[in-house]
């Protein structure tokens, strides 16, 4: 006798947990499905982003970082620190450590609001008259009916055609959070995202990093004078990024791997590294969901077909996240998450792409939100711009750290905020009060006019926008 649910998810990534409460707060009997193992085998919720995404991803970031300042900066600020060391394994199992919070907190999060957590595969066998029948296989073995299906499934990383994962000389994010020992060099194939922050990590723990970008210009997604702000930090710290570059033969020795590559001159060159790290973006996951079954449409991509609503071809199925169209981000899989679960129950779950922010964690930060200026050319848009440096912030020179800006672009007639870009000190922080901003279509004198508290780094956000009226005041 199969057990009977109102909404069956399948996933317990950022997508699917939140779907999950969100239907179970609405008053539906929810079952939720997760395949994902710690290491005794347990359950480990929370998909990519919390198991060798960005929650792992960003643990290292900060070790690393408290031991760049221990030994460049702290004696700035009167501290004498001499032979810091890192450990690697310790700094590793900390990491671990905060995954696993994450992890039992998620399935806290899911007893707490009475969902039923099924640890296995899920996958379809049939639809019915009752809805859908999903087989769950692994550590729980399970036949389930719902009446209404949300896929979470997420993504995988996307390999090198020829050059699969060996997760020891050849890295996905995964094996990239799992490094045991500070490579002397390390590859990157791929400035993405994944790329930049993990050569981040490494770099700050005295790897030589070299990371090959097949792209002419770098981080094209990004408005372009942040972008360029960006390089010359990294630059500066010495990343070593090749633009133009188209990667040939790799070949996996004793002493490492090693990648034949021709620069944007056409030159034939050899890079030798102890890692490499492939960051070439990422596929959505459909493995064994037996999508065939049940005649689930698929795109050319993998990706589950949706309408704006996150409805698929099948009536009662839904999905949501990185396994369909739009960006790849957690907070994009969230809200689509929780608004699937509030069309279902006939309200009106609303998500706006066009304010979801994007934030690269390296240091300094980039984050943005909304159109960059060369996307705003391109549409013909009469815009204003206006610029303000961390140098000039009072917090920012507190700190220590002034390097970077704050963009805002607006509407030459109407002023409305149409994006705003940040490179520096906690960009990721800031960028909320551009986004709360945009949602209300707030203009950028809304924002000038806003008193901002002194000192802070978000009085660079005020002056960017006073800036749009050249009238900045402290700079």
């Given at each position: 006798m199969s057990k009977q649910f109102d909404v069956i998810v399948i996933g317990a990534g950022p997508g699917g947990y939140i779907a999950a409460i969100r239907a179970a707060q609405l008053g539906m009997n929810v079952a939720c499905i997760d395949e994902w193992k710690n290491s005794t085998g347990g359950p480990a919720l929370g998909g990519t982003c919390t198991n060798v995404g960005c929650i792992p991803s960003k643990a290292l970031l900060q070790s690393s970082e408290h031991f760049h300042h221990a030994n460049h900066h702290f004696a700035e600020h009167g501290i004498s620190a001499s032979d810091v060391k890192m450990d690697v394994a310790k700094m590793v199992a900390r990491k671990d450590t905060v995954v696993k919070q994450n992890n039992d907190g998620i399935l806290y999060l899911l007893k707490k609001n009475k969902v039923s957590f099924f640890h296995g595969r899920g996958s379809f066998v049939k639809?019915?008259?009752?809805?859908?029948?999903?087989?769950?296989?692994?550590?729980?073995?399970?036949?389930?009916?719902?009446?209404?299906?949300?896929?979470?499934?997420?993504?995988?990383?996307?390999?090198?055609?020829?050059?699969?994962?060996?997760?020891?000389?050849?890295?996905?994010?995964?094996?990239?959070?799992?490094?045991?020992?500070?490579?002397?060099?390390?590859?990157?194939?791929?400035?993405?995202?994944?790329g930049l922050e993990m050569g981040s990590v490494w770099r700050r723990l005295g790897s030589e990093v070299t990371i090959l970008?097949?792209?002419?210009?770098?981080?094209?997604?990004?408005?372009?004078?942040?972008?360029?702000e960006a390089k010359k930090a990294f630059d500066k710290q010495g990343l070593k990024i090749e633009l133009g570059a188209i990667v040939g033969e790799i070949k996996i020795g004793k002493a490492g791997v090693s990648i034949a590559w021709t620069n944007a001159k056409g030159e034939a060159l050899l890079l030798e590294v102890d890692k490499l790290i492939v960051s070439i973006g990422r596929?959505?996951?459909?493995?064994?969901?037996?999508?065939?079954?049940?005649?689930?449409?698929?795109?050319?991509?993998?990706?589950?077909?949706?309408?704006?609503?996150?409805?698929?071809?099948?009536p009662g199925v839904w999905a949501v996240g990185d396994v369909v169209r739009g960006p790849m981000l957690a907070h994009k899989a969230e809200e689509?998450?929780?608004?699937?679960?509030?069309?279902?129950?006939?309200?009106?779950?609303?998500?706006?792409?066009?304010?979801?922010p994007w934030v690269i964690y390296t240091s300094p930060e980039i984050a943005w939100v909304g159109q960059t200026e060369q996307q705003l050319k391109v549409a013909g848009?009469?815009?204003?711009?206006?610029?303000?440096?961390?140098?000039?912030?009072?917090?920012?020179?507190?700190?220590?750290?002034?390097?970077?800006m704050v963009k805002m672009l607006a509407d030459a007639t109407t002023d409305e905020i149409l994006g705003v870009h940040i490179v520096g000190p906690m960009a990721s922080e800031l960028i909320s009060e551009c986004v709360v901003a945009m949602e209300f279509r707030a203009s950028s004198e809304d924002i000038a006019?806003?008193?901002?508290?002194?000192?802070?780094?978000?009085?660079?956000?005020?002056?960017?926008?006073?800036?749009?009226d050249k009238r900045t005041l402290n700079f």
């Open positions: 639809a019915g008259d009752g809805g859908y029948e999903i087989k769950v296989t692994g550590a729980s073995e399970e036949t389930l009916l719902g009446k209404q299906v949300i896929i979470a499934t997420g993504s995988n990383a996307r390999a090198l055609p020829g050059t699969p994962f060996d997760e020891e000389n050849i890295l996905s994010n995964d094996g990239a959070l799992r490094i045991g020992a500070v490579p002397k060099k390390l590859g990157l194939i791929g400035s993405g995202v994944i970008e097949g792209l002419p210009t770098f981080l094209g997604a990004v408005d372009e004078q942040i972008a360029k596929v959505p996951n459909t493995t064994g969901l037996n999508a065939d079954a049940v005649g689930l449409k698929l795109d050319e991509r993998g990706a589950i077909v949706v309408d704006d609503l996150c409805q698929t071809n099948l689509e998450g929780v608004a699937v679960a509030e069309r279902m129950a006939g309200q009106h779950g609303h998500v706006n792409f066009n304010t979801i848009r009469a815009y204003k711009s206006g610029t303000f440096p961390f140098l000039a912030n009072g917090r920012a020179r507190a700190l220590g750290d002034t390097t970077g006019r806003i008193c901002h508290a002194h000192p802070s780094l978000s009085e660079a956000t005020k002056e960017a926008a006073l800036a749009v």
